[in-house]
């Protein structure tokens, strides 16, 4: 079986390229204010800080919440999440 490894090399790139225009996207949200609405009607707000590689975690700054303000760095399970507005 004979493998074309110029289209797959050429997929290579384009994941990458993707990939590259991910990160871009992630890192100029970095420091914007967002409002997130969880589960349970539960809305805070925060400064957006980043995500893990697997986009299951979302780090951000200043989180308020109805129990309180934490100036320190939080960390919020997407899977808490219903959305987040940048």
Known sequence: M?????????????????????LKAMSSLS???CTINMFERTVVTAEFQGTNSD??????????????????HALLRVDDIVDIEI
């Open 31 to 33: 420091g914007q204010p």
């Open 55 to 72: 986009l299951t975690e979302f780090y951000v700054r200043n989180l308020k919440t109805p129990i309180g303000t934490f100036h320190e």
């Open 2 to 22: 004979d493998v074309d490894r110029t289209s797959s090399r050429s997929d290579e790139e384009i994941a990458a390229e993707m990939r590259e225009k991910f």
